[in-house]
């Protein structure tokens, strides 16, 4: 079976240009994470879906950052502009359940902002 | 200028030793936590988890224990192999479903 699919794996772009990282849950799962990962921070929860619906957006840094669940099998999530301080390896996930099973990740979006 | 990141804890063993990781939550009322494994270039992978109805729990060649007491867990790897080597983390759970990660434990096996 298929893992969680990010796309894509690396992205390099200047700054005040707009990112969109993609993501594919699990097929049936319910659950779906958006981390980002730095060697300043560690792993930050950025944003937290169940069932399509954000529960916890309290780790989206400010306004430059959105994501958006418009079905069960994709997720986005958006910096528009973006800044060097944003790069990172963003990573997402998904689980079954609202926190009963374990999340599974995929393997990144490795970014530059330039 | 210098740089400042997270001070990762390390911990190196040589091939064929146990393994013990270990990890301090913060909440006494998390009932879930999860340990994973990242490798470089890679997402962190489910090892193992336990609930806070359980001490103690085995897998292939690894078991996690839970003092709920002291709000500590442990991760233990038997007869450590080189593919071991990655950094290690714990994940508590959060009130409405979300997990908490700690800092991470950069785990290397001594051929």
């Known amino acids: 079976d298929a893992g969680v699919i990010q796309s894509p794996r ?10 969109t990282l993609r993501c594919k849950p699990i097929s049936g799962h319910n659950s779906l994470f958006w981390y980002r990962q730095t060697m300043m921070r560690g792993l930050e929860l950025l944003i937290y879906f169940n069932n399509n619906v954000p529960i916890d957006d309290s780790g989206m840094p400010e306004d430059r950052f959105s994501a958006k669940m418009p079905n069960a099998s994709f997720s986005t999530l958006k910096i528009q502009p973006s800044e060097p301080r944003d790069s990172a390896v963003y990573f997402c ?3 079954l359940g609202q926190g009963q099973q374990p999340q599974h990740f995929g393997d990144g979006t490795r970014l530059s902002i330039l | 200028g210098e740089s400042v990141g997270l001070h990762l804890p390390t911990l190196s063993v040589q091939e ?3 393994s013990i990781i270990n990890c ?5 009322a998390s009932d879930y936590f999860i340990w994973y494994k990242q490798e470089s270039g890679k997402g962190p992978q489910f090892i193992i988890d336990i609930r806070s109805n359980m001490d103690k729990r085995q897998g292939q060649r690894v078991t996690v224990l839970l003092n709920k007491t002291v709000k500590h867990l ?7 192999q080189p593919g071991d080597s990655a950094v290690y983390f714990c994940a508590e759970k959060g009130g409405t479903g979300q997990f908490y990660f700690g800092t991470g434990t950069s785990l290397t096996v001594i051929p």
């Open chain 2, 74 to 80: 442990s991760l233990q790897i038997a007869a450590t």
């Open chain 2, 24 to 28: 301090a939550y913060s909440n006494s």
């Open chain 2, 16 to 18: 064929g030793d146990n």
């Open chain 1, 93 to 95: 996930a998904s689980s």
């Open chain 1, 10 to 19: 690396h992205e390099v772009t200047e700054m005040g240009q707009e990112v």
